[in-house]
């Protein structure tokens, strides 16, 4: 399984940006998909996942109303739009695919996913 996410880049505060994350490997459309984000010096922080049937999504507080969570399952992507951005959504995003099949979950644990994209770079100047 592989995981490749792409999209990241420099933005000014107010701006926005929409990350991608192309999977391979398993049935994408199986899976929870989860995004995360690391900023320097930071713990890997929870921001949001989609259901396998990318009917529910959830958010954590810092983004809900700012970041939309989608995927198109045919192109085995999911997607994350970042509007409104700020200087402290600055940090590495990563996607990841949850560890169980059919199965949805709101959980921010890393542990339990099992496959990580590589990470993709955002900056928010002010």
């Known amino acids: 399984v592989q995981l490749q996410a792409s999209g990241g880049g420099l933005v000014q505060a107010g701006g926005y940006l929409t990350l991608s994350c192309a999977g391979s490997?398993?049935?994408?459309?199986?899976?929870?998909m989860g995004w995360f984000r690391q900023a320097p010096g930071k713990e890997r922080e929870f921001v949001g996942t989609?259901?396998?049937?990318?009917?529910?999504?959830y958010y954590t507080d810092s983004v809900k109303g700012r970041f939309t969570i989608s995927t198109d399952n045919a192109k085995n992507t999911a997607y994350l739009r970042m509007n409104s951005l700020k200087p402290e959504d600055t940090a590495v995003y990563y996607c990841?695919?949850?560890?169980?099949?059919?199965?949805?979950?709101?959980?921010?644990?890393?542990?339990?996913?099992?496959?990580w994209g590589q990470g993709t770079q955002v900056t928010v100047s002010s």
């Open positions: 989609i259901s396998y049937s990318g009917r529910f999504t």
């Open positions: 990841a695919q949850y560890n169980k099949g059919y199965y949805y979950t709101a959980s921010g644990n890393a542990d339990e996913y099992d496959y």
């Open positions: 490997g398993r049935t994408f459309s199986s899976y929870t």
